[in-house]
C-alpha cells in the first residue's frame, strides 16, 4: 500500500503536538516532532558547546519517533540521544529559549537538522511529522498539509496551563515573519487545509483533520476503500 505522510504546522501552542499524537494514534503511525531536535542541539549550545554545533549531528543525535501499532498501542515511545546519552527528559530546560534561538537561527544547522529528519522519514515512512515549517521542507509531497493555528491569547493561555500542570515552559509570541512566509507557501501546496483551533476543542480539531484527510485525493489513491476508517463520530455526522 503506499505510504501515508501527514505534516503539521503552525505556531507555538496551537496544538500541534496533541492533534499529532491523536492521528498517529487513530491512523497507526510514526511521530515525529522536529522541534525536540532543535531543543537537543539547544542542550549542547546551553551546556556550553557555542562553537560547532554540527559536530554533535551526523551519527551522534539520534532522534527516534513515537511509534503507534495499528490499534493505537504504543509501539516504541519517542527517545533521543546525544553522543549515546539519552536526553529525552532533559531537552526541556525552560532556561534554554536563547540557545534555541540561536540553534534555530544557523541556516548551516537548520540544513543538517532537515538532514537528520529526512533520514528518520525514509526510515519510517508512514508518519505524522510536526514542526514550524515542516511541510514545505521535509514532507511537499505528504497525503496531507495541516496549518494549526489560534490566536496569540488562546495560545498563551494554554500554554500557561500547560506550564502550571508540567513545569515546562515556552515563549509564546505572535507570528514570527518567517511563520507568516511560511503559513503563505502551505497554502499553496496541493493537499493542504488550515484549521483554526481558538474555538474548537481538541477532539473537533481532530475530526476536522480526519474529515480533511479522507477528502484528499492522495488518501483516496493511496487507502483502498475497503481499508478505509472512520472516526464513530464521523460516521454518526454522515448517518
Ligand atoms: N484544541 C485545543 N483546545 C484546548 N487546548 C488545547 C487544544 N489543542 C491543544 N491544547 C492544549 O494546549 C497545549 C499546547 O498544545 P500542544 O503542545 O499540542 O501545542 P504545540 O503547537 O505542539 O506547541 P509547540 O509548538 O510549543 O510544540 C497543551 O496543553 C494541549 O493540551
Ligand atoms: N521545524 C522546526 C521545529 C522547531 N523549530 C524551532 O525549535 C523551537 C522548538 O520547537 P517546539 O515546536 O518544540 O516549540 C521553536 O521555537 C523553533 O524556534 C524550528 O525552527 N523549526
Same mark, same amino acid.
Given at each position: 500500500?503506499?505510504?501515508?505522510? !501527514?505534516?503539521?504546522?503552525?505556531? =507555538? ?7 499529532? @499524537?491523536?492521528?498517529?494514534? #487513530?491512523?497507526?503511525?510514526? #511521530?515525529?516532532? =522536529? ?10 549550545? #546551553? ?18 519517533? &513515537?511509534?503507534?501499532? @495499528? ?16 536526553? @529525552?527528559?532533559? !531537552? ?6 536563547? *540557545? ?10 537548520? /540544513? *543538517? !537538522? ?22 514545505? @521542507? ?5 497525503? +496531507?498539509? !495541516?496549518?494549526? =493555528? ?14 502550571? +500542570? ?11 515573519? /518567517?511563520? &507568516?512566509?511560511? /503559513? ?7 493537499? *493542504? ?12 480539531? *481532530? ?7 479522507? &477528502?484528499?485525493?492522495?488518501? /483516496? ?8 476508517? =472512520? ?9
Amino acid at each position: 500500500m503506499p505510504r501515508i505522510s !501527514i505534516s503539521i504546522d503552525g505556531p =507555538t501552542a496551537s496544538g500541534k503536538t496533541t492533534l499529532a @499524537t491523536d492521528l498517529a494514534q #487513530f491512523l497507526g503511525l510514526a #511521530f515525529l516532532d =522536529t522541534g525536540l531536535t532543535f531543543r537537543s542541539l539547544a542542550l549542547a549550545h #546551553f551546556n556550553g558547546d557555542t562553537e560547532n554545533l554540527h559536530h554533535h549531528l551526523g551519527s551522534h543525535l539520534k532522534h527516534h519517533p &513515537a511509534v503507534y501499532g @495499528t490499534s493505537g498501542e504504543l509501539v516504541q515511545r519517542h527517545r533521543i540521544f546525544l553522543h549515546e546519552k539519552e536526553i @529525552t527528559e532533559d !531537552i526541556w530546560n525552560p532556561s534554554m529559549d536563547d *540557545s534555541l534561538k540561536t540553534v534555530s537561527r544557523d541556516p548551516a544547522v537548520r /540544513r *543538517s !537538522i532537515l538532514q537528520l529528519h529526512r533520514e528518520v522519514v525514509g526510515t519510517y515512512g508512514d508518519i505524522v511529522v510536526v514542526g514550524r515549517d515542516v511541510a514545505v @521542507t521535509l514532507l511537499p509531497a505528504a497525503t +496531507l498539509k !495541516i496549518y494549526l =493555528t489560534a490566536s496569540l491569547a488562546v495560545r498563551r493561555e494554554r500554554r500557561r496551563a500547560q506550564y502550571r +500542570l508540567r513545569g515546562r515552559s515556552t515563549a509564546v509570541g505572535p507570528p514570527t515573519e /518567517r511563520d &507568516a512566509e511560511n /503559513r503563505v507557501a502551505v497554502r499553496s501546496l496541493p493537499d *493542504s487545509v488550515e484549521i483554526d483551533s481558538t474555538y474548537l476543542p481538541a477532539s473537533a480539531v *481532530s475530526a476536522s483533520a480526519m474529515n480533511r484527510l479522507h &477528502a484528499s485525493a492522495a488518501w /483516496r489513491s493511496a487507502v483502498p476503500a475497503e481499508g478505509r476508517v =472512520t472516526r464513530p463520530e464521523e460516521r454518526c455526522e454522515e448517518a
